[in-house]
Each structure stands twice: as structure tokens, then as C-alpha cells.
């Protein structure tokens, strides 16, 4: 993580620096001020590990609720649940982001679900749309996509991921996160994609 990042900033860090499996949960955030558990999970840990501090999380995602919920609700029920995700309530467990690997074999998503790995827990179609829709680099019918849906389909997750990373930032094939490293944590995404702006 690079220096602290504050409510205010993560609309911008979003757009710019989040994978794909951030990007949606974001998105659907913002749409439906709302997440389903495990959702919450992955993205308040993701944004933990970005350097988003626990006052700043709970501005965030107070916000994010908007008129959805009222200051009590959101006091009694959500508030306690950032804390302990920070390590101030119960075994005061600091809980780091999760791997890929972690996201891709746990909590399996159901329908109404938006955590998970797109590359995995999206169909083709519902992928395509997604990448293209949310990355410009990225045309439905291109062959970057078709590269992008046989990496999914011989179950190289990763492999799509670094691709569409590689895709996004102007970087060469195979370069990946820098020395031909392969995405394996959506917060190195990130770390890397911030160093690559500056
Ligand atoms: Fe996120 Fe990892 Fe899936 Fe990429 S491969 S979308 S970083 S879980």
C-alpha cells in the first residue's frame, strides 16, 4: 500500500486501479447501496489492504448506504462488523485482504451474490459484457477478448486476469505485474497499478 487513501478517494482508485472482482462489487455498490455479506467482506478487506484506515472505511461505507439505511441501523449492525474487520472488536483478529486463491475456492457465490472472481463465477457472456463495458481497452468481439474467454475456459484465471491487467495499462504481453509476474492478489493489481501512474 502506498500512503493513505481516504472516502473521498476510492470513487477515483476505483476507476482507475481496482481488478476486476473489486471493480464489481464496487459498481454494484454504488448502484444498489447495498452488498450481501461476503461482498462486504471481500471488498472491506481489499480496501483495508489499499490503505483505507477505519475511520475513513466507516465514512466510506456510511455513504455508500446513503438513505438506503438509517444512522441507527447502520450504527448497531454495520459499524460493529468494520471494527472487528480492523481488529477492534471481538478476538481482535486483524484479518488480512484475500488472496485469489481464496476468493476463487471460497464462499462459492450464489445468483444473487456479487463476490467472487468474475473469471470464474461469471458465464462468457455475463464476463464479456462485464470487461467491456467497464474496460474501453477491452472490445467484446476483439481478439484480446476471445484470448481473454480461452484462458477462462482452460480454467487460467490468473492468466485472464494478468491479461486484462496487461491490456489496461498499456503493458507488453507477457510483462504481467512487472518481470512476467502473474496476478495472484487483487491488492498487488492495485499496488502495481498506482506505481504505474506516478
Ligand atoms: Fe480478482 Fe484475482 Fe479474480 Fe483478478 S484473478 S478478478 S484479482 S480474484
Same mark, same amino acid.
Given at each position: 500500500?502506498?500512503?493513505?487513501?481516504?472516502?473521498?478517494?476510492?470513487?477515483?482508485?476505483?476507476?482507475?486501479?481496482?481488478?476486476?472482482?473489486?471493480?464489481?462489487?464496487?459498481?454494484?455498490?454504488?448502484?444498489?447501496?447495498?452488498?450481501? /455479506? *461476503?461482498?462486504?467482506?471481500? @471488498?472491506?478487506? =481489499? +480496501?483495508?489492504?489499499?490503505?483505507?484506515?477505519? %475511520?475513513?472505511?466507516?465514512?466510506?461505507?456510511?455513504?455508500?448506504?446513503?438513505?438506503?439505511?438509517?444512522?441507527?441501523?447502520?450504527?448497531?449492525?454495520?459499524?460493529?462488523?468494520?471494527?472487528?474487520?480492523?481488529?477492534?472488536?471481538?478476538?481482535?483478529?486483524?484479518?488480512?485482504?484475500?488472496?485469489?486463491?481464496?476468493?476463487?475456492?471460497?464462499?462459492?457465490?450464489?445468483?444473487?451474490?456479487?463476490?467472487?472472481?468474475?473469471?470464474? /463465477? *461469471?458465464?462468457?457472456?455475463? @464476463?464479456?459484457? =462485464? +470487461?467491456?463495458?467497464?474496460?474501453?481497452?477491452? %472490445?467484446?468481439?476483439?481478439?484480446?477478448?476471445?484470448?481473454?474467454?480461452?484462458?477462462?475456459?482452460?480454467?487460467?484465471?490468473?492468466?485472464?486476469?494478468?491479461?486484462?491487467?496487461?491490456?489496461?495499462?498499456?503493458?507488453?504481453?507477457?510483462?504481467?505485474?512487472?518481470?512476467?509476474?502473474?496476478?495472484?492478489?487483487?491488492?498487488?493489481?492495485?499496488?502495481?497499478?498506482?506505481?504505474?501512474?506516478?
Amino acid at each position: 500500500a502506498q500512503g493513505v487513501i481516504t472516502a473521498e478517494m476510492v470513487d477515483d482508485v476505483a476507476r482507475k486501479h481496482f481488478p476486476p472482482c473489486m471493480r464489481n462489487l464496487y459498481d454494484r455498490l454504488k448502484r444498489d447501496h447495498h452488498l450481501k /455479506h *461476503f461482498g462486504r467482506l471481500q @471488498l472491506g478487506l =481489499f +480496501l483495508k489492504g489499499i490503505g483505507l484506515p477505519l %475511520d475513513e472505511a466507516i465514512v466510506f461505507w456510511r455513504r455508500m448506504y446513503g438513505a438506503t439505511m438509517s444512522d441507527d441501523k447502520f450504527n448497531k449492525e454495520y459499524k460493529y462488523n468494520i471494527r472487528h474487520s480492523y481488529g477492534q472488536e471481538g478476538k481482535r483478529t486483524n484479518y488480512p485482504p484475500k488472496s485469489c486463491q481464496q476468493i476463487l475456492t471460497q464462499n462459492q457465490p450464489g445468483t444473487q451474490d456479487s463476490h467472487g472472481c468474475p473469471f470464474r /463465477h *461469471f458465464s462468457p457472456d455475463n @464476463l464479456s459484457a =462485464f +470487461l467491456s463495458s467497464t474496460y474501453p481497452q477491452i %472490445d467484446r468481439g476483439s481478439s484480446d477478448m476471445k484470448e481473454i474467454l480461452d484462458s477462462v475456459k482452460s480454467t487460467h484465471y490468473h492468466v485472464a486476469c494478468t491479461r486484462v491487467f496487461e491490456l489496461t495499462h498499456g503493458i507488453k504481453k507477457g510483462e504481467g505485474l512487472g518481470g512476467s509476474e502473474s496476478v495472484a492478489h487483487p491488492n498487488k493489481w492495485t499496488d502495481r497499478s498506482r506505481e504505474l501512474e506516478r
